[in-house]
């Protein structure tokens, strides 16, 4: 069983559209991460989000973090091909391990 | 700045044998993880360092996997003897004092015949 859920496992849209992604979990944690990990290499740290309710930017995706520090979201405005590929959130307990979600594979179609 | 460094990419062995993965993290960083990823499992920790010392290696399947720390800048898991089950993406991250955020390196993909 995952500490972390993620939803939907899949996610398939076309250019241009937008989508968000979510990850819920019953546990607090110090921090939780979004990585996006492309096929044949390793995940690439997105952004963190520590303070509850917290709402980050970075271009076209907005992460926000739920204010019991329990679940997060990422958007994505006007998704591009470049978005395609495989998101993990990853919650992070006081002594630094992660624990990953299973991920949503999002396929951007042009 | 390199990021982390894992050797081999790709590593096909016979079941039995032993192998050696290799990974060098970003300097600096004095916390080490490797994981295990796999389509039916996920990502999964094995063992993490910090300081060179190995702190919970509670993820580690079972006594054939074993991990080292010899040193701030070199890390090795070894699978003795490997079976086909082993086989997977392996992965390994580094992370800075204070720092919740993990920089991964290319992995290694083990398949095991």
């Known amino acids: 069983t995952q500490l972390l859920e993620q939803s939907p496992q899949f996610l398939s849209i076309q250019e241009g559209e937008n989508l968000t992604v979510y990850c819920n979990s019953s546990?607090?944690?110090?921090?939780l991460q979004w990585y996006r990990q492309e096929p044949g290499e390793g995940p690439v740290l997105l952004v963190t989000?520590?303070?509850?309710?917290e709402v980050k930017k970075l271009k076209r995706l907005t992460f926000q973090f739920g204010d019991a520090r329990k679940d997060s979201s990422l958007h994505i405005t006007a998704a591009q091909p470049g978005d395609t590929g495989l998101y993990l959130c990853?919650?992070?307990?006081?002594?630094?391990?992660?624990?990953f979600g299973a991920g949503t594979t999002v396929t951007v179609r042009a | 700045d390199a990021g982390v460094i894992q050797s081999p990419r790709h590593e096909v062995t016979e079941m039995g044998q032993e192998v050696t993965l290799r990974c060098k993290p970003i300097?600096?960083?004095?916390?080490l993880f490797w994981y295990r990823q796999t389509m039916m499992r996920g990502l999964e920790l094995l063992i993490y360092?910090?300081?060179?010392?190995?702190?919970?290696d509670s993820g580690m399947p079972e006594d054939r996997f074993s991990a080292k720390m010899p040193n701030a800048s070199f890390s090795t898991l070894k699978i003795q003897p490997s079976e086909p089950r082993d086989s997977a993406v392996y992965f390994c991250?580094?992370?800075?004092?204070?720092?919740?955020?993990?920089?991964f390196g290319p992995g290694t993909r083990l398949t095991v015949t």
């Open positions: 300097s600096g960083h004095n916390s």
């Open positions: 989000v520590v303070t509850g309710g």
């Open positions: 360092f910090n300081n060179n010392v190995p702190i919970d």
């Open positions: 991250a580094s992370g800075g004092q204070g720092m919740y955020e993990q920089y």
């Open positions: 990853a919650g992070a307990t006081n002594d630094y391990k992660l624990s």
């Open positions: 546990s607090v944690f110090s921090s």
